[in-house]
C-alpha cells in the first residue's frame, strides 16, 4: 500500500524557508562536546537583501554539552546564548522597535542602605518620595439640607471627666447573689421582680414567679392589681394572689408587638403599655385601645399623677401629663437633649419641674425648668438608670454607671441646677463565670428617703 500523500501546510503570505539538514546527534567517545553543525537565519525579507547596509544573517553555534562522569547527553542544552546577544545587530533608526532610552538615576531608592533597627524609616534610607502634603480638609458650613441630621450621624459620647467623691451613702442588702431587673416605687411602697415577687411595705411579702419568667418593667394599680411586662406577654397578680397572662393590646403576630414598659398614674385606672415597635397603648375597664402619639415612644415612665413620654418623630419630643395621662403637653427638646434623645436606649424620667434624659452611650443631661434648658453631666458615662429623688431630696438625680473596667456600678448624685455630679456608692456582685456584668444596675427608684438600686447582683437600698 502506498504511504498517504502528506499534508500540505496553509500558506502564511511569507515565503518558506528550506528544510534544514540536521546530523544525527551521537555521543563521542570521550564525553565532551558534540558539534552538531550550523544553521542560517534571515531577518529580512527578499526584497531587502540586496541592502548591504542592514546585518541580515547571523550565525548560530548549538553544542551539546555531554556530563563528564558519564556517558549519558546533559539534560541543559546550550545555543550559545551570550554569543548570540552579543552578535544581535542594532537596528535602523526608523524602526518602532527601537528600544526607549535608559531611565535616569534620579530615583534614588537606596536599596543598598542596610535597615539596622525596626524604627520608622528615614529620609536617608528611603529618599524624597517625590509627594507633596496634602492641605489639611476644613469643615465649611452651609446651608445645605443636611443640616443637624448628617451631624447627628457623628454623635458625641459623654463629656469626659472625673466624678469628685460626695457624701457616702450606706447599702443595706435585702437580696444578695440573685438578679433583680425590675423596680417600682407608690404610695403603697416598693416592688422589686427577679426570681420572685418582692413587695416591701406596711408587710413584706414574696411570691414566687412562673419558672423561667424574666420580668422588664412593673406598675401597681389603683386596684391593687400588679402588672408585669415579660418576654411572654403580661402576667398579672390580682389582690387575691390569683396570677394570669393577661390579654395584651396586640395579639402576637411577630416581633416589636411585645410590651416591653408598663406604667399606671394614680387616680386613674388606666395601664399604659409601650411595645418594642415604637407603639403606645391604654387600658381602660379591660379594653385596649391605640394612643396616638405622634411618632415612636421610646420611653415610658410615671410618678404619681404624672405620666412621661419620649416621642421620636421629625424631632425628638417630650410629652409631659401632670393629670393622670389626661392629657399631654407636648415640649420639643433643646440641645443637648435632642441629640441625647436620639439614642437607642434613651430614656426619660419627669418629676416636678426635674426632667432627666439618659442613654449608655451618649450620657446624662438634666434640666431644672421644666425642660427648657439642659445642662450635660460631665463624666456620665454608660448610664444604665436614672431616678429623682423626694422629701429632703426632692428635686436631687440619681444615676448608675456601669464600670465595665471593675464591673461595678457607681451611683451618682446630681444637682440639676449645675449638672455638677458626685460619687455617693459602688455596689457590685460576686464574679460568675455562668453570667455577664453582675456589676450592672437595670433600675433605679427613689422612695421614702431610700434609693433602691437593683441589678444581677440583687436588691440594696441606700440612705445618706
Not at 500558506?11 to 542560517?40: H, N, W
Not at 469628685?164 to 451613702?169: E, I, L, M, S
Not at 387575691?240 to 411585645?258: I, K, L
Not at 419630643?317 to 407636648?330: I, K, M, N, V, Y
Request: hydrophobic fraction near 40%.
Amino acid at each position: 500500500m502506498s504511504a498517504a500523500p502528506r499534508p500540505t501546510p496553509p500558506s502564511t503570505g511569507f515565503p518558506q524557508p528550506e528544510a534544514l539538514d540536521l546530523p544525527d546527534l551521537d555521543k563521542g567517545e570521550d564525553g565532551g562536546e558534540i558539534d552538531v553543525g550550523g544553521f542560517v537565519l534571515s531577518l529580512t525579507d527578499d526584497d531587502e537583501q540586496d541592502d548591504d547596509s542592514l546585518a541580515d544573517t547571523f550565525e548560530v553555534d548549538i553544542q551539546l554539552l555531554t556530563e563528564s562522569d558519564g556517558n549519558e547527553a546533559a539534560s541543559d542544552l546550550d545555543v550559545g546564548v551570550s554569543d548570540f546577544l552579543e552578535t544581535l545587530p542594532e537596528g535602523p533608526d526608523d524602526r518602532d522597535s527601537a528600544p526607549p532610552p535608559p531611565a535616569t538615576a534620579d530615583l534614588d531608592l537606596h536599596l543598598d542602605t542596610p535597615l539596622e533597627s525596626d524604627d520608622p524609616s528615614s529620609d536617608a534610607e528611603l529618599g524624597d518620595d517625590g509627594l507633596e502634603e496634602l492641605p489639611e480638609l476644613v469643615s465649611e458650613e452651609g446651608d445645605g439640607d443636611a443640616g443637624p441630621d448628617l451631624e447627628r450621624a457623628f454623635l458625641p459620647s459623654a463629656p469626659e471627666g472625673e466624678i469628685p467623691k460626695g457624701p457616702t451613702y450606706a447599702s443595706e442588702w435585702l437580696l444578695l447573689g440573685s438578679a433583680c431587673s425590675a423596680l417600682w416605687a407608690g404610695g403603697s411602697g416598693v416592688l422589686g421582680a427577679g426570681e420572685q415577687l418582692m413587695s416591701f411595705g406596711p408587710e413584706r411579702r414574696s411570691d414566687a414567679l412562673p419558672v423561667g419568667t424574666r420580668i422588664a418593667s412593673l406598675t401597681q394599680l389603683d386596684s391593687g392589681s400588679i402588672v408585669m411586662a415579660t418576654t411572654r406577654g403580661l402576667l398579672e397578680r390580682a389582690p387575691s394572689g390569683a396570677w394570669s397572662f393577661a390579654e395584651g393590646p396586640e395579639p402576637p403576630r411577630g416581633s416589636g408587638c411585645e410590651a416591653v414598659e408598663v406604667a399606671a398614674a394614680r387616680g386613674a385606672q388606666v395601664l399604659w403599655a409601650r411595645l418594642a415597635n415604637g407603639a403606645l397603648w391604654r387600658r381602660r375597664a379591660g379594653a385596649w385601645e391605640k394612643h396616638d402619639a405622634g411618632g415612636e415612644v421610646r420611653a415610658l415612665t410615671s410618678y404619681d399623677e404624672r405620666v412621661t413620654l419620649l416621642v421620636i418623630s421629625h424631632r425628638p419630643t417630650l410629652q409631659l401629663s401632670s393629670d393622670a395621662g389626661s392629657s399631654f403637653r407636648e415640649l420639643v427638646l433643646p440641645e443637648p437633649a435632642a441629640t441625647l434623645a436620639l439614642g437607642l436606649a434613651a430614656t426619660a424620667v419627669a418629676r416636678g419641674n426635674v426632667v432627666v434624659l439618659a442613654d449608655a452611650e451618649r450620657g446624662l443631661c438634666v434640666s431644672s425648668d421644666g425642660g427648657e434648658t439642659f445642662r450635660m453631666v460631665t463624666g456620665a458615662v454608660n448610664v444604665t438608670a436614672v431616678a429623682i429623688g423626694d422629701g429632703e431630696s426632692a428635686g436631687r438625680v440619681f444615676a448608675a454607671l456601669h464600670r465595665e473596667g471593675r464591673d461595678a456600678s457607681e451611683l451618682i448624685a446630681v444637682d440639676p441646677a449645675s449638672g455638677h455630679a458626685s460619687s455617693i456608692a459602688e455596689l457590685s456582685g460576686e464574679p460568675d463565670e455562668e453570667a455577664e456584668e453582675t456589676g450592672r444596675t437595670q433600675a433605679l427608684v427613689f422612695a421614702d428617703g431610700y434609693l433602691w438600686a437593683a441589678g444581677l447582683y440583687g436588691l440594696s437600698r441606700l440612705r445618706r
